[in-house]
């Protein structure tokens, strides 16, 4: 691939992103059921992705292509016989490709740097095209030699052990290409027909008042605010369903992560999957990928029995795993469950006490022992292995999730399976809120961030302002207003609302002066003056069409917490 043509690789790139999801679903179900026609369907993808490949000037993925193709071929004409190895074998070959196409996308304007990496990949994977040339019945020596790659200081590339569990991992100092997504053909005509629509109401406006013939002003006036709201509401509720995608691709990524596993640990395991046409705004779904991901690899090292121990419980021969996406009101519940030994309460406690995560006499419910499993450092394996054992990975679920704010809940029952309840917006363009008041400015709240509103007296604060008793246990306490005002602490007297909030577990008392009501926040950006506000997160528009601050009570709760933790290390 000497010279190429951008745009035509871009193009290609995103044909073949398709495809090879495509290939991925084909591999699944070759390994539920082998038949002629799935096969026949992916030796089509391969020979499609080797054609457009070669025509681009891609002549090493060609290459390559052409050797996978031979084996899907051998096991067509009988001469090879399709097992485990093979199904691998395909899907390492998917991977792969990901890999390549991945680092093409990023950097197809260096014009020796992509064939030199496939190059060099390509003779990394020796012995995996020597299994393939083995199957398929040709010579090693169709292979690519190995060509040097060039060195280039912006990029560096580190090798990956396993490159089915995990891609190469790209260092790019360059910002990467916008974003591409596909959106149907109905829901531009939709739009452009909603475009039309507002066109002629305007020229019929435009003409009435140049002719005169609506001589009402007011009526004038009513009759072009009812067409504006109207039509520009439905503009733009049509502008942000393009960014909407169904979470039937990460459905398709979570099964094939929960077979690799499975068949790494010698585990059986059927997948069920329910609501994947559920729409959720893409860079949702893409933070959900790896929460998502650890949750189901959990579930399937930890909870799912091996098929001899699930005999001698009563349970059928092969674990059960279901994802399941359930449209909401306020946004979209994924659902993960499966059926096996389920959550040790009194194992997680332990552990928790063990690793000083909570104090040896501490009351605390079922749902709170569960949620002791989201705490940084904890972990209840016995011993390290290359899935688990760290202690690292469910905090950071819980972490992500908060990022587009989520929650999640852990629902178990010992000997019959666990259950992940995980709430989201469908956007985070737009925000379900309170406006409120702190020191006489109006600030921006989301809803998603709160448990309950209260009134609290501020008699009731007097003994401790530190702290507040909330259902019979007392929690921290802190007046927001404490946190904008650089005089320090004020006395407050009255009436005032207290917000209730919920971070990693823990729960904390916010104080307001006064909550006006809830309003739909469309969130805009900020500029980099406020970056280095943990306080803030975005801006908006008040309802009096002033602009706003919408804050960040995650980034708030936790910089409190860390203040209290460091103030006991202090006192003690």
């Keep these: 691939m000497s010279e190429f043509d951008e745009e035509l690789v871009k193009s290609f790139l995103e044909e073949a992103s398709d495809l090879l999801s495509q290939w991925e679903g084909l591999c699944l179900k070759l390994e539920k059921e082998m038949s002629p026609e799935t ?38 004409d009988g001469k090879a016989k399709f097992n485990s190895k093979k199904l691998k074998m395909f899907l390492e070959a998917q991977s792969i490709m990901i890999d390549w196409f991945s680092v093409l996308s990023l950097e197809s304007s260096y014009k020796g740097y992509p064939e030199a990496f496939i190059s060099q990949y390509f003779n990394e994977k020796k012995e995996f095209i020597e299994d393939c040339v083995l199957v398929s019945s040709t010579t090693v020596s169709q292979t690519i030699a190995p060509v040097e790659a060039p060195k280039h200081e912006d990029v560096v590339v580190e090798t990956a052990t396993k490159p089915v569990e995990e891609a190469k991992v790209l260092h790019l100092k360059k910002e990467s290409k ?59 509720s049509n502008a942000f369903g393009l960014r909407m995608t169904p979470v039937g691709g990460i459905f398709q990524r979570l099964e094939r992560a929960i077979k690799d596993l499975a068949r790494d640990l010698n585990k059986e395991v059927d997948v069920i999957f329910h609501g994947s046409e559920v729409e959720i705004e893409k860079t949702i779904l893409d933070k959900l990928i790896d929460p998502l991901t650890h949750i189901v690899r959990n579930s399937v090292d ?221 969130v805009r950006n900020l500029s980099t003056y406020f970056e280095k506000s943990f306080a803030v997160s975005g801006g908006t528009i008040l309802p009096s069409g002033e602009p706003g601050l919408i804050l960040n009570i995650t980034s708030i709760s936790e910089k409190y917490f860390k203040y209290l933790h460091t103030s006991k290390e202090v006192s003690a």
């Design 302 to 522: 930890h909870g799912l029995e091996k098929s001899e121990d699930r005999d001698g419980v009563a349970k059928p021969k092969k674990g059960q795993i279901t994802i399941s996406a359930i449209k909401q009101d306020d946004g979209v519940e994924i659902v993960v469950k499966d059926d096996g030994k389920g959550l040790n309460q009194k194992r997680i406690f332990e552990k928790a006490v063990e690793k000083n995560l909570v104090p040896a006499n501490a009351s605390i419910t079922k749902e709170e022992i569960f949620s002791l499993i989201f705490l940084p450092g904890f972990s209840t394996a016995e011993k390290v292995t290359s899935v688990s054992g760290r202690g690292v990975g469910m905090d950071v679920v819980m972490k992500t999730l908060e990022e587009v704010n989520g929650k999640i809940l852990v629902g178990s029952e010992e000997g019959r399976g666990t259950k992940f309840k995980i709430s989201i917006p469908t956007s985070l363009s737009i925000v379900d809120s309170l406006i409120v008041s702190i020191n006489n400015d109006q600030y921006v709240i989301p809803i998603h961030s709160l448990e309950e509103v209260v009134d609290v007296d501020s008699h009731q604060m007097k003994l401790d302002e530190s702290i507040y008793l909330y259902r019979g246990k007392v929690i921290p306490f802190l007046h927001l207003g404490d946190v904008f005002d650089q005089n320090g602490k004020q006395e407050r007297h009255g009436v005032y609302p207290v917000l209730v909030t919920k971070i990693q577990g823990k729960r904390l008392a916010l104080g307001v002066d006064k909550v006006f009501g809830q309003h739909q926040s469309v």
């Design 178 to 236: 916008d974003e591409v997504l596909r959106i149907s053909t109905k829901k531009i005509d939709s739009l452009l027909n909603l475009i039309g629509e507002l066109s002629i109401q305007q020229s019929i406006l435009e003409n009435s008042i140049q002719q005169k013939t609506m001589n009402d002003n007011e009526a004038l006036i009513q009759s072009s605010l009812n067409l504006s709201r109207k039509i520009t509401k439905e503009i733009y």
């Design 39 to 76: 096969l026949n369907a992916l030796f089509r993808i391969a020979h499609n992705i080797k054609g457009s490949s070669r025509a681009v000037g891609l002549l090493d993925v060609g290459q390559f292509i052409h050797i996978i193709e031979d084996v899907i071929v051998a096991i067509k």
